[in-house]
């Protein structure tokens, strides 16, 4: 049994031995610095632009799934019931956007106060900027995927 408990022991010194030189070499490839400011922009930015992307996506995936199915319910005369997908499809599109843009506002600040904190306050207006234009990108998705399904029932009256 003390074999086995020695054996453990050294096990968990091996471990933390890694740890250590691990720690230590990734401090030495950056001169003995602390956290390095573009590294954290970075990927900040790769975050922010993944999830914008695939927000967008879904925006349209979601507008085209609703206006196929909404130009079908026309065309067989079931306005009511085209209107209901309408009306779900936006309510879709609404929450999933409002949970975009507050997945990527809170990564935002707490980006821009990790950058403000390592002193780059140019790096953080840049990242701010950028979160800014990426925002903007997601509500004009929102806002046209919305606008498409609206337009859907112009020839059938007011939408």
């Given at each position: 049994m003390q074999t086995l408990e020695k054996r453990s022991a050294i096990v968990v010194i091996v471990i933390a031995m890694l740890l250590v030189s691990s720690v230590s070499t990734t401090a030495e490839a950056r001169g003995g610095r602390g956290p390095d400011p573009q590294g954290i922009f970075d990927r900040c930015v790769d975050f922010i632009d993944h999830h914008t992307e695939r927000c967008n996506n879904r925006t349209v995936r979601h507008a085209k799934e609703?206006?196929?199915?909404?130009?079908?319910?026309?065309?067989?005369?079931?306005?009511?019931a085209a209107r209901e997908v309408a009306a779900e499809a936006i309510r879709k599109i609404e929450a999933h956007t409002a949970q975009c843009i507050e997945l990527i506002r809170r990564r935002c600040i707490h980006c821009a106060e990790r950058l403000v904190a390592l002193g780059e306050d140019r790096l953080a207006a840049r990242l701010r900027e950028h979160c800014a234009q990426q925002l903007d990108s997601i509500k004009n998705h929102r806002d046209r995927a919305i606008g498409f399904i609206r337009s859907q029932f112009r020839a059938v009256g007011s939408g």
């Open positions: 609703a206006v196929a199915e909404i130009r079908k319910l026309l065309e067989a005369g079931e306005v009511e």
